[in-house]
C-alpha cells in the first residue's frame, strides 16, 4: 500500500504473482458497492474417452451452492460469499468482453477461476473429467418495490466461456 518507489517497481511482479488474487487489499470493506446485477455462474465438464468420444455434463450452478452455504450458516465465511464472484470480476477486468488472456495476470485469473470451478464440480461428485466450461449469466436486480409478478428476469447477458483444460479431477 506504500507509494510506488525503486524497489516496489522492481518486486512488483514477483510480489503479485504471490500476494493476487488471495491476498487483494481494497476499500470496499468501508465503503461497499453494492452488486447492480445478480450473476449465475454455471459450470459443465467434459471428459474424454478411451475411444476418443467427449463426455459433457449438464450445467451445474455454481452460484446456487454458495448461496446455500451463505443461507444455512449464521456466520458464513468471506470466501464463500465472495470467492466465485470476486474470481469473475477479476476474470472479466483481466481479459474484457473477448476472453483472450493477454497479460500472466489474465492468464493466472482464468487458471483461479477454472480451478474454483473445477473443485467445485469434484467436490460435488462430477465424475472424472479433463475439461471445464463457465457460462455467466448475469440478470437484472429489480428496483425496491417493483411488481413483475411471477416472470423471471430477462437476463442482460449470458456469456459462454471457452473450455479450459484442468487436471487433477480424475483425467
Aim: glycine fraction near 8%.
Amino acid at each position: 500500500m506504500a507509494p510506488a518507489n525503486p524497489v516496489s517497481k522492481r518486486y512488483s511482479p514477483m510480489i503479485n504473482s504471490w500476494v493476487y488474487p488471495y491476498f487483494e487489499q481494497n476499500w470496499r470493506l468501508f465503503a461497499p458497492d453494492p452488486e447492480s446485477v445478480n450473476r449465475q455462474i454455471l459450470a459443465r465438464t467434459a471428459h474424454t474417452g478411451r475411444d476418443g468420444s467427449m463426455r459433457v455434463s449438464s450445467w451445474f450452478d455454481l452460484t446456487a451452492v454458495d448461496a446455500s452455504a451463505v443461507a444455512h450458516q449464521p456466520f458464513p465465511s468471506h470466501t464463500a460469499q465472495n470467492m466465485l464472484r470476486r474470481a469473475w470480476a477479476a476474470y472479466v477486468d483481466s481479459h474484457g468482453g473477448d476472453d483472450k488472456a493477454r497479460t500472466e495476470r489474465a492468464l493466472m485469473m482464468q487458471r483461479y477461476l477454472g480451478n474454483i470451478a473445477a473443485d467445485r464440480v469434484a467436490a460435488h461428485g462430477g465424475g472424472a473429467f479433463g475439461f471445464v466450461q463457465l457460462r455467466v449469466v448475469t440478470l437484472p436486480v429489480a428496483a425496491p418495490g417493483a411488481a413483475d409478478g411471477d416472470r423471471p428476469p430477462t437476463p442482460v447477458e449470458n456469456r459462454l466461456l471457452p473450455w479450459w483444460k484442468v487436471s487433477g479431477h480424475g483425467e
